[in-house]
């Protein structure tokens, strides 16, 4: 079939159809060559999701940099384009040269939420192959993921042949490579998987079993075979200064969520919340220089024509030059009107006048995130804020002219009380009051001050010091919600929530293990897609797939025991479990753990690790981190 012509045929009958084009600015269309590797890039998400993805960016160009590599995108088809796809006929296709995914020699998720994964299912089948690993042979393409999720992969584990641990810049093209050698020899793919799983930070599931006793729990898991490692490894990027960064982003026809040039300026966080799976396991902190960020900007901004410049990481303003760095780009680029963006900011008065600094043009308003009401939850979550700085900040934001502050806060965080749900109430109109009046003492207009209160459901995260905790019920969840929705009636303030349901099933994914596989297919046969998107999510249909596998979702939301086996103890993020135990016992007690760039060594481990790889591959220590 001659996908193009036929897509040129049908499209018209979709919803958003430039969604399934390609040909955006600065794409990587290759000559269509047996002799080349060809890898199909997935993001099981809809196509304006996937696009403001800086991983995926960085990794398309990052293989299409290779002579030998066509590296080309798929996005998850809507609901329309799913129906017209198997009405006519027409499998998964590349947006780049409208090739089928089966054939691939690779296809490769970006993985980052856990409720995408039926569209991971779903995108396999669209693609024509069998949905399990051990259904597919040697002429199907090796089906690989890697991404932020897949810190714990087991619930996907049947699925994938294997998964990538850790900073994809680090080995991605020699996985590709050596994955051809073996292929071109023609090798069983099981002595292939092995062969690839010797790889730094290769995972390959089907080398490893998986033991459990009643009520679920993990009773082992173990290599089944001699010669596979028993624990694999986060790769690491070590200079973060001299890692690949593209220059040339794709600019895509239509709107997407993050329609803008971006620049990743650190990565890591060691903020110790503990909370935070991603300032868990993306210690530790690397930054780029504040001349590499020039350059780069300069670069992107000529290459995509954007007028937007986004400093991006999990903490931008802890980057250690931040100020004279803003004040350096604003300066640059004040003439061409191009403005820079900050996407994240502390509580602080120091975040206010940075913003102030660089939004020339006030935008929706700005976003600050207590977590929690009152000081002491504040404390056990290590979120280093007080009351009074959350208030100097707001204060310095309504006389910096924003109208609209945003606060964002957590329920059913471990030991939360109904005094902590009053905090949030009482901050909340705390900071409506602080608006109101100096709306009333200014001498200029000013727009009616709005507070948007937003309060999602904590979910314990795996390689957290929270791994362990039992998550609230949906009732605890309603009762709360409701709580504060009772309390926050008030004009001016706007209150919204998540759905219960969906936070639950998120909790379930996030510490679950590979018996939930056939839960997934279940939940898909019956049409879960987008599960995300509250449009198209059914927990009807996820209860019944439960039911069917005679699965409780209560083994896998209660609390786990500290000495437990964890369905993800094979996975070794660098940060060891004896730091989350002991950070685990701190919050009990709402101890806090300072910040180690400030406060010094906190024992976590990772630089020990980073050292312990570094012999391993023949690099140099960093005689100037700290050791355990």
């Given amino acids: 079939m001659d996908l193009a012509a036929k897509l040129d045929e049908v499209l018209y009958q979709v919803s958003n159809p430039v969604r399934y084009i390609g040909n955006e600015w600065n794409i990587i269309k290759k000559e269509w060559n047996k002799e080349k590797i060809k890898i199909a890039l997935a993001f099981p998400d809809l196509y304006e999701i996937g696009m403001s993805h800086l991983g995926l960016k960085i990794l398309y160009h990052l293989l299409n940099m290779e002579e030998d590599i066509i590296c080309e995108r798929t996005y998850a088809p809507w609901h329309d ?27 490769g998720f970006t993985l980052q939420y856990e409720m995408s994964y039926t569209n991971v299912i779903n995108m396999l089948d669209l693609a024509c192959l069998p949905i399990y690993s051990k259904d597919r042979g040697e002429k199907h393409p090796l089906v690989i993921g890697g991404g932020s999720s897949i810190y714990n992969p087991e619930p996907l584990a049947p699925f994938f042949d ?82 690949f960064y593209p220059t040339k982003f794709l600019v895509p026809y239509m709107d997407i969520v993050h329609d803008r040039a971006v620049i990743e300026i650190a990565r890591g966080c060691t903020r110790s919340c503990r909370f935070c799976a991603a300032g868990m396991s993306y210690r530790p902190v690397r930054e780029r220089s504040k001349e590499t960020i020039i350059k780069l900007a300069d670069e992107i901004l000529q290459n995509t024509g954007y007028e937007e410049l986004s400093l991006s990481s999990l903490s931008t303003i802890d980057y250690s030059d931040i100020t004279e760095l803003v004040k350096s780009l604003s300066r640059r680029y004040q ?89 949030i109430v009482q901050l909340a109109h705390k900071v409506l009051e602080i608006g109101r009046e100096i709306r009333r003492n200014r001498k200029i207009n000013m727009k009616q001050v709005q507070v948007n209160v937003s309060v999602s459901t904590f979910v314990p995260k795996p390689f957290t010091p929270f791994q362990w905790v039992e998550m609230i019920s949906r009732e605890e969840i309603e009762e709360r919600q409701q709580y504060l929705r009772n309390r926050l009636k008030r004009k001016g303030i706007v209150f919204s929530w998540n759905d219960p349901d969906l936070s639950l099933l998120e909790g379930v994914f996030s510490r679950g293990d590979r018996r939930l596989a056939p839960v997934l297919e279940s939940a898909w046969k019956k049409g879960a897609r987008f599960d995300g998107w509250n449009e198209s999510f059914s927990m009807e249909n996820w209860q019944e797939s439960f039911s069917e596998n005679r699965i409780e979702m209560s083994e896998y939301l209660r609390k786990r025991e500290p000495d437990e086996i964890l369905p993800w103890d094979h996975i070794n993020m660098g940060v060891s479990k004896k730091f989350l135990q002991k950070e685990y016992e701190r919050a009990l007690k709402g101890e806090l753990t300072g910040d180690c760039r400030s406060a010094g060594c906190t024992g976590c481990n990772i630089c020990f690790e980073l050292d312990a790889v570094m012999e391993l591959i023949g690099g140099e220590k960093d005689e100037n981190q700290g050791k355990i």
């Fill in 335 to 423: 003439d061409r009107k191009i403005s820079i963006s900050l996407p994240s900011l502390r509580v602080d008065r120091f975040s206010v006048n940075l913003a102030k600094e660089v939004q020339r043009v006030r935008k929706s308003g700005l976003t600050f995130a207590p977590e929690a009401g009152t000081q002491r939850l504040r404390d056990v979550i290590n979120k280093g804020v007080a009351e009074e700085e959350l208030y100097d900040a707001v204060r310095a934001a309504f006389e910096a002219g924003w109208s609209t502050i945003k606060l964002y806060f957590m329920l059913g965080l471990p030991t939360e009380t109904i005094e902590d749900l009053d905090g």
């Fill in 162 to 243: 294997l998964f990538f641990i850790g900073e994809a810049e680090t080995g991605i093209v020699d996985l590709m490579r050596r994955y051809r050698e073996l292929k071109d020899k023609k090798i069983p793919k099981e002595d292939i998987l092995f062969e690839l799983s010797r790889l730094p930070g290769v995972y390959v599931p089907g080398l490893y079993k998986a033991d459990y006793r009643d009520g679920g729990k993990v009773v082992s898991i173990n290599p089944v075979r001699d010669g596979v490692k028993e624990k694999i490894r986060r790769q690491v990027v070590r200079d973060l200064d001299q890692a």
């Fill in 81 to 107: 384009m799913e129906e017209l796809m198997r009405n006519e006929g027409i499998p998964l296709f590349s947006l780049e040269n409208k090739k089928a995914v089966n054939e691939f020699d690779v296809f």
